[in-house]
């Protein structure tokens, strides 16, 4: 499978604990994304990174969440001090960055988080 | 990011073609209009994207209008496999940092 991987795919955990989700892009591909995603509503952008640069976050990337991507190859998102309302799912995606196709991303299949 | 909006469900026959519209008034010259789609508790996955003139692939066609200011999607034969929500994206071309506003999307039921 050469698609984008993410684990653990499904992750409960209790109010307080810290969690880390793991995401693989697509071989090659330079750039590396995170987003959010609650029940009935779109993926929301959370950040970016250009190899192992972190060039953008959004405001929704609270003190408690930090990723990083520390070769420019695989990726790491944790979130301390989990809350209930950070119940949802996490999605990777990634994309080359050049070319004609370069800004199209593709998604990995997201790691649920249940907080309880 | 130019902001699409979509109506927010769709029916369709199994085996008719499915059209679902898009509008992005407010899109600039550098930006492509790209489609998503979502099967319930999956990763969105890529549909097809354009520029200005029509695409087809194997999975859709694009239709962009000549102001560039709606598009429409064309899934030719639905299936039931294509029940799923439908996001419309407009995304800025070319380097440095990009975000995509995935709306709330058009939800397609294909009814057998």
């Known amino acids: 499978d050469t698609g984008v991987s993410q684990d653990p795919r499904h992750k409960i955990t209790k109010r307080g604990q810290n969690v880390t989700f793991r995401c693989d892009p697509i071989s090659e591909h330079n750039r590396l994304y995170w987003y959010r995603q609650t029940l009935g509503q779109g993926p929301e952008f959370l950040t970016y990174f250009q190899n192992e640069a972190q060039l953008e976050k959004s405001r929704l990337l609270s003190d408690r969440f930090s990723a990083e991507r520390p070769k420019g190859s695989f990726s790491t998102l944790e979130i301390q001090r989990t809350e209930q309302g950070d119940s949802a799912m996490y999605l990777c995606?990634?994309?080359?960055?050049?070319?004609?196709?370069?800004?199209?991303?593709?998604f990995g299949e997201g790691s649920w988080l249940t907080v309880v | 990011d130019a902001k699409t909006t979509q109506p927010p469900s769709m029916d369709c026959a199994e085996g008719r073609a499915a059209n679902l519209p898009c509008n992005h008034s407010t899109i600039s010259g550098n930006e492509y209009v790209y489609w998503y789609r979502q099967i319930h508790s999956q990763g969105p996955q890529y549909i097809i994207h354009?520029?200005?003139n029509n695409e087809t692939n194997e999975m859709a066609s694009l239709i962009i209008t000549e102001d560039r200011k709606s598009s429409t999607l064309i899934l030719p034969h639905a299936t039931l496999r294509d029940t799923a929500v439908y996001y419309c994206?407009?995304?800025?071309?070319?380097?440095?940092?990009?975000?995509?506003?995935f709306g709330a999307g058009t939800r397609l039921f294909v009814k057998a």
């Open positions: 994206i407009v995304r800025v071309v070319g380097t440095g940092g990009f975000k995509t506003i």
């Open positions: 354009g520029l200005k």
């Open positions: 995606a990634s994309s080359l960055g050049r070319g004609q196709y370069g800004n199209t991303i593709y």
